[in-house]
């Protein structure tokens, strides 16, 4: 099974508007944490969520979580 790549290892914190997004999952993408295709000859694919409200959310960027899309402070824990 393959592993994803570490894109950055702090969460993405931004205010997302209401709507539908695909959280990358490889951690090859260049729109970090968002999905833009780069997964294809991976075994990954991207995390659909929902923003039902415009919120504030902090999104993992390590790959790590264990709460997908959000960060659960797993980049904490990654040496290097």
């Not at 205010?15 to 997964?39: E, I, M, N, R, V």
């Not at 504030?56 to 390590?62: G, H, I, V």
Request: aromatic letters at 12%; one cysteine or more; glycine letters at 6%.
């Amino acid at each position: 099974m393959q592993k994803p790549k570490v894109a950055m290892k702090k969460p993405y914190t931004e205010k997302l508007a209401a709507g539908t997004y695909y959280w990358c999952q490889c951690g090859l993408s260049l729109k970090q944490p968002f999905c833009d295709g780069h997964h294809d000859r991976t075994s990954f694919s991207p995390k659909k969520f929902e923003v039902k409200t415009d919120k504030y959310m902090s999104l993992c960027q390590c790959k790590q979580t264990n709460y997908p899309p959000d960060c659960d402070g797993s980049h904490r824990k990654i040496d290097g």
